[in-house]
């Protein structure tokens, strides 16, 4: 097979992975945008998704869209009561300290990892997709006559994988329509911009404290319950989500939702190219360069804005 090909698949690959990606991301971006709270258990967030995933979708049984669907509603909905529960009974307590808050979400992490590993256990399991067919991908041949369609024989990808993509796509535009026209987006800018103020307003900062550390957490959990499919559930699987989510959110500008969308898309389109045609681990280290880079010469990150 020629490049061309292998690289339409890599991007593929590697869109699937931005999809994912840009969800848990702007989870984690809309909790420190809003909140200033860095959520170091984020990934074991949305490794909670992808276990519940797997509980649900085994408890309904029959027809495999009928537990995935079941999962998609279940998981990102008691993920997120967590997180809120966790926001009310911890965060509050220690007052939103930027330094207090990234110690209690670390030990809120291993909380999280060590109950899940004491009732679900060390075992990676699967969540059977609602629908998986294999589609024939065309390349365009230039001949003599033009150019003309032909299928590559291994060029193909699968009709979930194409889901993810769109899934995650519907998913970002109702969080930014959210964000942008409707009055609950109103009252998470007005904290956003000046918490203390808000509170004069009226708005109840707690409250809007604690929506947010759970809409965060229910993003996070809905891509893993996207992406479960594919990687299967294992308790250790929210390291690495974690880490690009990090990178993600730095490199496209602390509480900047298109910065992290567009960030997510880089990331996420490299990491996929990179991985099938070098090794993963090349990838997370152009990924760590690049955030080096970001740092040192647009400290607020591509979208973000200078602090005055």
Same mark, same amino acid.
């Given at each position: 097979?020629?490049?061309?090909?292998?690289?339409?698949?890599?991007?593929?690959?590697?869109?699937?992975?931005?999809?994912? %990606?840009? %969800?848990?991301?702007?989870?984690?971006? %809309?909790?420190?945008?809003?909140?200033?709270?860095?959520?170091?258990?984020?990934?074991?967030?949305f490794?909670?998704?992808?276990?519940?995933?797997?509980?649900?979708?085994?408890?309904?049984?029959?027809?495999?869209?009928?537990?995935?669907?079941?999962?998609?509603?279940?998981?990102?909905?008691?993920?997120?009561?967590?997180?809120a529960?966790?926001?009310?009974?911890?965060?509050?307590?220690? /007052?939103?300290d930027?330094?207090?808050?990234i110690?209690?979400?670390?030990?809120?992490?291993?909380?999280?990892?060590?109950?899940?590993?004491?009732?679900?256990?060390?075992?990676?399991?699967?969540?059977?997709?609602?629908?998986?067919?294999?589609?024939?991908?065309?390349?365009?041949?230039?001949?003599?006559?033009?150019p003309?369609?032909?299928?590559?024989?291994?060029?193909?990808?699968?009709?979930?994988?194409?889901?993810?993509?769109?899934?995650?796509?519907?998913?970002?535009?109702?969080?930014?329509?959210?964000?942008?026209?409707?009055?609950i987006?109103?009252?998470?800018?007005?904290?956003?911009? /000046?918490?203390?103020?808000?509170?004069?307003f009226?708005i109840?900062?707690?409250?809007?404290?604690?929506?947010?550390?759970?809409?965060?957490?229910?993003?996070?959990?809905?891509?893993?319950?996207?992406?479960?499919?594919?990687?299967?559930?294992?308790?250790?699987?929210?390291?690495?989500?974690?880490?690009?989510?990090?990178?993600?959110?730095?490199?496209?500008?602390?509480?900047?939702?298109?910065?992290?969308?567009?960030?997510?898309?880089?990331?996420?389109?490299? /990491?996929?190219?990179?991985?099938?045609?070098?090794?993963?681990?090349?990838?997370?280290?152009?990924?760590t360069?690049?955030?080096a880079?970001? %740092?040192?010469?647009?400290?607020?990150?591509?979208?973000?804005?200078?602090?005055?």
């Amino acid at each position: 097979m020629e490049f061309g090909p292998y690289l339409m698949l890599a991007t593929l690959e590697g869109a699937v992975t931005a999809a994912v %990606l840009a %969800l848990t991301a702007v989870g984690l971006s %809309l909790v420190f945008g809003i909140m200033r709270v860095v959520n170091v258990a984020h990934g074991e967030f949305f490794m909670l998704g992808a276990v519940l995933a797997w509980w649900v979708a085994s408890w309904f049984g029959g027809h495999a869209a009928i537990g995935f669907v079941a999962a998609a509603v279940l998981a990102p909905l008691l993920v997120g009561a967590l997180a809120a529960l966790a926001d009310v009974t911890v965060l509050k307590r220690v /007052d939103y300290d930027p330094e207090r808050t990234i110690v209690v979400t670390i030990g809120l992490l291993y909380v999280i990892q060590q109950v899940v590993l004491m009732t679900y256990g060390p075992e990676a399991r699967p969540v059977e997709p609602p629908f998986n067919a294999r589609l024939a991908l065309p390349w365009v041949e230039w001949g003599e006559s033009g150019p003309a369609l032909y299928w590559p024989w291994g060029l193909s990808t699968t009709s979930y994988k194409l889901f993810v993509i769109g899934a995650a796509a519907v998913v970002l535009a109702a969080v930014w329509l959210l964000m942008r026209h409707t009055r609950i987006g109103l009252v998470l800018r007005a904290t956003q911009m /000046d918490g203390e103020m808000a509170q004069v307003f009226g708005i109840p900062v707690e409250r809007v404290y604690a929506f947010t550390f759970g809409l965060g957490a229910a993003l996070a959990a809905l891509g893993a319950v996207l992406i479960v499919p594919i990687q299967q559930a294992h308790y250790l699987m929210g390291g690495d989500p974690l880490l690009l989510s990090f990178i993600v959110v730095i490199i496209g500008g602390l509480g900047s939702l298109p910065g992290t969308v567009v960030a997510a898309l880089l990331i996420g389109l490299s /990491d996929g190219i990179i991985s099938v045609f070098f090794s993963p681990t090349l990838a997370k280290i152009l990924a760590t360069l690049l955030v080096a880079l970001v %740092l040192v010469f647009r400290p607020q990150g591509l979208f973000g804005t200078r602090a005055a």
